[in-house]
């Protein structure tokens, strides 16, 4: 069965180093995004991807994330200069070709220390 | 009000009981209705998905949309230990959106 991979699945970094989160979305998906969830706390929206561009971001993706996809199958969020407080839990989701529902993978555990 | 509300628990139910999940929500423009699941640790598994009001089945599982009410279900029958996890509503206003999850509800399945 087709899945989503993310690696790694867990990067422990230090406060203020750039950080790259990576992503396999399902083959033939064409929408993809990215999720957060703090330890405890609900799943919350990033951003939105579709067709080489952001098509919706949350008030949470400021100016220190980008995502980009760099080839045909991976699709990254950076995190240019990391806080203490973007220790969480990373979901990529992908949807797409007649199914609207999103798929997720595993999660990359990111702790900053 | 939340945008999405469900009951936090822990709900602690013995081996073959019927569970019942419930989600309430404030936006009426959702039009997309989704269950995960999810384990410690892991990423939400879809597990229902319904679009607009009405009744879904698969398997074990079976999920009730009210929209009138903005309220939605999860009935799992025959329970299982394995079901033991948070169990997240999810909804969408419209097609390839953003899913908006509820906190999600803990459930414990005792043999």
């Known amino acids: 069965e087709p899945e989503v991979t993310q690696t790694p699945s867990h990067q422990v970094t230090q406060m203020g180093q750039e950080v790259i989160l990576r992503c396999v979305p399902i083959s033939n998906h064409l929408y993809f995004y990215w999720y957060r969830q703090i330890l405890g706390q609900k799943v919350e929206f990033l951003v939105s991807f579709y067709n080489n561009e952001i098509s919706e971001k949350s008030e949470i993706f400021d100016d220190q994330f980008s995502v980009e996809r760099p080839d045909g199958s991976n699709f990254t969020l950076k995190i240019r200069s990391t806080k203490l407080e973007d220790s969480a839990m990373y979901f990529c989701a992908s949807s797409g070709t007649g199914e609207n529902e999103a798929f997720f993978g595993q999660g990359t555990r990111l702790t900053v220390v | 009000q939340k945008e999405v509300e469900q009951d936090p628990g822990p709900l602690s139910v013995p081996e073959g009981a019927i569970v019942s999940l419930n989600c309430t929500y404030s936006?009426?423009?959702?039009?997309?209705f989704m269950w995960y699941r999810q384990y410690s640790r892991k990423g939400p598994e879809l597990l229902m998905y319904t679009y607009s009001s009405g009744n879904k089945e698969d398997g074990r599982f079976t999920a009730q949309v009210d929209k009138s009410s903005k309220y939605i279900s999860l009935f799992i029958r025959d329970s299982q230990p394995s079901d033991s996890a948070t169990y997240l509503c999810a909804l969408m206003k419209t097609s390839y959106d953003k899913v908006i999850f509820g906190p999600g509800t803990s459930l414990s399945v005792i043999p």
């Open positions: 936006n009426s423009a959702f039009q997309y």
